[in-house]
């Protein structure tokens, strides 16, 4: 299902500012993947992404981030392949988890989607939606970049924050295999 239809005032909003380029505002859908909610409110929380970088850009595919710091809470991933029903599709401007291939391994990195990517609907933790700044993501997307689509320039997320719109959110739960 498209990110459009869980759009709702209540949800979870995170303001993501990026150095040189600008603003990106995301909308967290806690009744698609709640774990994958609560990790990524946790990490903004604590200001886990702040100063961390967009490591790797495919233009037409996504724009991923997050990787950097010490993260030792992997988490259960939330998509039908791994025996968790997320319709969420990964559809342009959707956020989703980053992981290993191991089903179970996401932690802090995320990406965002650039364009549709139906393969990878049921295989990753799809947890939100750009709701301003798509703009943004279409700048670093076509950033320069060397052969391994790391940027020859450093895309640096300046700050990143939440507004809980009132609401709690529980810890993120950790994979104990």
């Not at 549709?116 to 709701?131: I, K, Q, T």
Request: glycine letters at 8%; one cysteine or more.
């Amino acid at each position: 299902m498209s990110y459009q239809n869980y759009l709702n005032q209540d949800n979870p909003r995170v303001t993501m500012v990026i150095k040189d380029l600008g603003t990106i505002k995301l909308e967290l859908f806690y009744d698609v993947a709640p774990n994958s909610v609560s990790n990524f409110i946790h990490l903004v929380q604590k200001k886990y992404y702040d100063g961390l970088n967009f490591h790797r850009i495919i233009p037409g595919f996504m724009i991923q981030g997050g990787w950097g710091k010490d993260s030792s809470c992997p988490i259960k991933g939330e998509f039908k392949s791994n025996g968790f029903d997320n319709p969420l599709i990964h559809f342009r401007g959707v956020i989703s988890m980053a992981r290993t291939n191991d089903p179970n391994s996401a932690t802090s990195q995320f990406f965002i989607m650039h364009q549709n990517s139906p393969h990878l609907d049921g295989a990753y933790a799809a947890f939100g939606g750009v709701v301003e700044g798509m703009e943004v993501v279409d700048k670093i997307a076509v950033s320069p970049k060397d052969f391994r689509d790391k940027p020859f320039k450093d895309i640096i997320i300046e700050k990143m924050t939440v507004d809980l719109m009132g609401k709690n959110y529980p810890a993120p739960q950790c994979y104990k295999a």
